[in-house]
């Protein structure tokens, strides 16, 4: 294996003569295929375009109404927690939510209970409205079709965008580590040695795309916290802690594909005619 | 080491490049392959060296039948044999130390192992004073010598070195041929292709004649 690693290391060095450049882009455009990816499939579920934040599933909004006094607040929150369909109840920072009152948040048990318990707090005193998400929906929020169908596009247009980079940045590339290649099938090296860095190589540059998402995200995630109503609700629902853990998950295999796709098309061309002996 | 039976070679347009070649050499022996341009000198390296398959014929080298040979095991007999390819070009950004270790550390040797090689090979065709410099300002002499490193560096059986002394003049192609006459003389079998004249005490090995890809003298 040294052999193969000291090939790949060489062969990401040759980055700084030629073809660095588009790999970098065609890095970018994994970032930005993930970004929307993600805002496509983790959030955007069909829906009516609403602007409004909405619950994860199985979880319960509980906007109080305005003017409730601190002991009236805390009276209901305990009520809340002796509710048996109740798992967990979390007071929000309700101003961005439920403009003049606060908000609860309550984890139903299950879909079931969590539908029951919503009939039961719409009758109680002091609570102005109940937002309830099916646990159906899942992770998805509701975005418009026009949003929806500018997301595909751009999905579409960023894979395109990233395997055409790609494919220009890997001819760069070979093309300045042309004679090294060439060396190295007359020195005996089996095809497997020189192509499998190139593949390694291009699920790097994948994998790279991945990560500049998923620490965006982060970052960005521990800076909404600081400032929730700084973003659009489309923008803070892909920030949501259990999105965000999904997007780094879902990330890190969607990057090693498209990277893998990349590599493939550089071991392509490395097997050209002009890169033989 | 080497032997060829009954090979033919034909390339895709149907122009015959060799007919009917028999051929041997035997071990630590040095033999040089002339004739003119295109009477297939470098084709029949290329095929002795496993770079190409062989369309038909029996070519034995190293004891091993080419045309039946796996990928993996052809890619084996290939680092025993120290081949340097016609118009030979080293890399052209790296000194001529480097150019040497890149091959060895591709084929596995560890950064240490690898120079110790490399040092010895580049010692044995006298380049040590040039290690650091890089392989693009080379002399044509420095550069024939380069490509002699290269394929010694790793210990082979058998150099296969194709034309060697194309573009050097009369005392260049001495030098180079003192150095591969040198170095042969340790027990390795060599077999080079040449175009005619030789340079002066070449003479003195097997020259096996080639024209329009048959063997006209051996």
Redesign the interface.
């Known amino acids: 294996m040294?052999?193969f690693f000291?090939?790949l290391g060489?062969l990401i060095r040759a980055l700084r003569?030629k073809g660095g450049g588009f790999i970098f882009l065609a890095i970018l455009f994994v970032f930005l295929f993930l970004a929307v990816f993600s805002g496509l499939f983790l959030v955007g579920g069909p829906g009516q375009g609403t602007d409004a934040p909405r619950p994860l599933g199985g979880k319960i909004l509980v906007h109080l109404t305005p003017g409730l006094s601190p002991q009236a607040i805390q009276a209901l929150y305990i009520q809340l927690l002796e509710e048996r369909e109740a798992e967990r109840v979390n007071v929000l920072a309700g101003d961005a939510l439920a403009p003049g009152g606060a908000t609860l948040q309550v984890q139903a048990t299950s879909p079931a209970a969590g539908r029951t318990l919503v009939e039961k707090l719409k009758t109680t005193p002091g609570i102005a409205s109940v937002d309830y998400a099916s646990a159906k929906r899942g992770l998805s929020l509701p975005v418009s079709s026009s949003l929806r169908l500018g997301l595909l596009l751009g999905l579409a247009a960023s894979a395109v965008g990233s395997l055409f980079f790609a494919r220009l940045g890997f001819r760069g590339l070979l093309g300045a580590f042309a004679?090294?290649i060439k060396?190295?099938?007359?020195?005996?090296?089996?095809?497997a040695?020189i192509l499998g860095p190139i593949v390694v190589a291009g699920v790097l540059f994948g994998l790279t795309g991945s990560l500049f998402l998923i620490a965006a995200v982060n970052l960005a995630h521990v800076g909404l916290a600081a400032h929730p109503q700084a973003v659009p609700p489309l923008v803070a629902g892909i920030l949501e802690a259990t999105r965000v853990q999904a997007v780094s998950l879902l990330s890190v295999p969607l990057g090693f594909l498209m990277g893998a796709l990349f590599g493939a098309l550089g071991a392509s061309l490395a097997g050209s005619r002009e890169l033989q002996? | 080491m080497i032997q060829v039976s009954e090979l033919h070679f034909t390339t895709d347009d149907g122009i015959k490049v060799l007919e009917d070649i028999h051929l041997r050499l035997e071990r630590g022996e040095m033999a040089f392959l002339v004739g003119p341009a295109a009477a297939g000198k470098s084709v029949l390296l290329r095929l002795l060296a496993a770079q190409i398959p062989p369309q038909s014929g029996q070519i034995l080298v190293l004891g091993r039948n080419i045309a039946r040979l796996s990928r993996l095991k052809a890619a084996g007999l290939k680092r025993r044999i120290g081949f340097v390819a016609q118009g030979f070009a080293p890399l052209p950004h790296r000194t001529v130390l480097q150019n040497v270790t890149f091959r060895l550390r591709a084929r596995g040797d560890f950064r240490e192992q690898a120079e110790e090689k490399a040092l010895s090979a580049l010692e044995r065709v006298g380049l040590t004073p040039q290690l650091g410099l890089l392989a693009a300002k080379l002399e044509p002499v420095a550069r024939a010598k380069l490509g002699l490193a290269l394929a010694v560096s790793d210990d082979p059986l058998l150099i296969l070195y194709d034309d060697p002394f194309a573009t050097l003049a009369e005392e260049g192609a001495r030098e180079v041929y003192a150095t591969l006459s040198r170095i042969q003389s340790s027990g390795l079998t060599a077999l080079v292709a040449a175009r005619s004249p030789l340079p002066d005490g070449a003479q003195r090995h097997r020259v096996i004649w080639l024209a329009d890809g048959k063997v006209t003298k051996a």
Do not use: D, N
């Not at chain 1, 060396?183 to 095809?191: F, K």
């Open positions: 040294t052999g000291f090939v060489e003569q004679e090294e060396l190295m099938r007359v020195s005996g090296l089996s095809e040695m002996p």
